[in-house]
């Protein structure tokens, strides 16, 4: 008897005890409550009371508080409109997690179909590649281990058993013949709902793959309200393929396409609606906080500070990059995949003293469905407005050239302005760890972000690309020391050299200085440009 039903019989009984009538159970209120209890428990959704869900927008907790503040009115209004309980959030994330996914050891046996011909076969990389990425995906996790392993060649990837009768049969039998096993990783983007019901019946043990594994590594790393909202909304085509695989086990035993006591829903529509009803709240919670992120961009175009987005492959070396440019402290980068999952900004300062802030923006990967990508369009959001974009290579890795491939085509897919790419910045990173490095690629910039080489040159370059892309301005401005020019243009532009003629009592001010910033000074001054 499935879980389901158990929860059903159970209720139904304990209302009976207590002299529950036909005509009370097909009432639709105390129907909806019975029904509402028993599958919330089925599909890992929490019984709750009926409130109105709103949404708290987060403060970023690095140098945006330091350029933004929090003292004004109109924000703080805004702030208060879009407050969300941190318990709230925490409900839609804790609530739902898969199942077989938990805090649980996890002795993983993985398999790689390697794809011999067809549009699924893999041109800028080979299966031992490959394997060894869903490995480190694997040991990723605390309470994993990879016990075996093994890559098994199929001409079939999109049947439900993914092999042939033959290798089918092969995998079989080594899984059986393993000692311990719990949890079989298969490396495919995406497993269907039958596929992933069929192996776990052939194999006996929970069936895993990238895009459950991905957002498992997610869920564990996942600290803000944001990010816990966005693998909340992630996790919505997981638990639907749990429902389907559920409803199949319980139409097995007759009762999945059964009307519940007149309501007019069956089981399984009425887990679908629970399931769309949390999707909306969380979809709503997102816009709010994309609205926020909106607001926040807004801030930093009246302040003018050039945004930099940093941008790369999983564990490639973006955090530590940006910590060696900024000298931010409070950064902790890790050699671990996906160590960031929320956008922090930094800020640090160009040769010429202009104020720049550096995004750290969430790693890619390969082979990842447009669901999980869509999920976190918040926090990517932020990339199409930037006014840079620097894209960080690990340059010592055996796949750098195919991890470049998918940066790429993840940025295709975002749908990133042409002049953001034409402009953008490639930078190969850990070349201390690399024996006799050369550039083979133009107009790269090698650099160790953990050795602290090449970054005075890599600033440089986000200089000068700062200065066209913004449409600033290098102009030499002369102005009246008695006056308040000097100061107004250290408050409003980046001065790069002052020149002080003392028989004059006036200076030569050379300064960096943004379109809009240059009107208000001429507006204000009389213009002293020499």
């Known amino acids: 008897m499935s879980a389901l039903v158990r929860t059903c019989s159970h209720i139904l009984q304990r209302r009976s005890a207590s002299t529950l009538s036909f005509k009370t159970l097909r009432s639709s209120s105390t129907t909806r409550g019975l029904l509402k209890r028993a599958t919330a428990k089925l599909i890992g959704l929490p019984v709750v009371q009926a409130r109105p869900f709103v949404v708290s927008l987060p403060a970023l907790k690095n140098s945006d508080e330091f350029v933004f503040g929090r003292d004004g009115e109109e924000e703080d209004d805004e702030e208060a409109e879009d407050f969300i309980p941190d318990s709230e959030v925490e409900e839609l994330f804790e609530a739902q997690g898969p199942l077989g996914l938990g805090d649980r050891h996890h002795r993983v046996f993985i398999v790689h179909p390697d794809v011999k011909w067809g549009s699924k076969k893999q041109h800028l990389t080979t299966a031992a590649l490959m394997m060894a990425e869903a490995e480190g995906l694997v040991n990723t996790l605390e309470n994993w281990r990879v016990v075996d392993k093994l890559i098994l060649s199929t001409k079939t990837p999109e049947k439900k058993r993914i092999f042939g009768k033959g290798n089918f049969q092969v995998l079989t039998e080594k899984i059986r013949q393993t000692p311990g096993i719990s949890a079989v990783f298969v490396n495919v983007e995406r497993l269907s709902p039958l596929s992933e019901r069929d192996l776990e019946e052939a194999w006996g043990v929970k069936v895993f793959d990238r895009y459950s594994v991905v957002l498992h590594i997610f869920r564990c790393n996942a600290r803000t309200k944001e990010a816990k909202l966005q693998i909340s909304l992630a996790e919505i085509p997981l638990l639907r ?213 090449g970054l005075n040159t890599l600033k440089r370059v986000v200089e000068e690309q700062i200065v066209n892309t913004t449409g600033k301005h290098i102009l030499d401005l002369k102005v009246d020391l008695s006056t308040a020019q000097l100061s107004w243009l250290y408050k409003e532009a980046t001065v790069q050299d002052v020149e002080v003629i003392a028989d004059e009592g006036s200076a030569v001010v050379k300064v960096i200085i943004s379109t809009a910033a240059y009107g208000r000074y001429k507006k204000l001054f009389k213009d002293g440009r020499r």
């Open 241 to 453: 393929s749990r429902l389907k695989n559920e409803m199949a086990n319980l139409d097995q035993q007759g009762g999945g396409s059964r009307y519940i006591g007149g309501s007019g829903e069956t089981l399984y529509e009425v887990q679908q609606r629970l399931l769309k009803e949390r999707e909306l709240k969380i979809r709503l919670a997102l816009d709010k906080l994309r609205r926020k992120r909106h607001l926040l961009r807004s801030q930093r175009k009246h302040r003018e500070f050039p945004v930099v987005s940093v941008l790369g492959y999983t564990n490639c070396g973006k955090t530590t990059l940006i910590k060696a440019l900024t000298g931010d402290i409070g950064l902790q980068p890790r050699n671990q995949l996906f160590a960031t999952l929320d956008v922090t900004v930094h800020a640090g300062q160009l040769p010429s003293r202009m104020t720049v802030l550096y995004v750290d923006t969430i790693g890619f990967l390969s082979q990842l469905p447009h669901q999980l990508i869509d999920s976190f369009s918040a926090t990517l959001e932020d990339i199409k407005h930037s006014d840079l974009l620097v894209h960080v290579r690990d340059i010592s890795h055996p796949e750098t050239v195919n991890q470049k491939a998918n940066v790429l085509n993840v940025l295709k897919n975002l749908q990133i302005p042409d002049a953001l790419m034409n402009s953008m910045v490639e930078v190969h990173n850990k070349i201390d760890l690399v024996e006799n490095y050369e550039a083979t690629e133009p107009k790269v910039l090698p650099v160790s972000a953990l050795k602290e080489h």
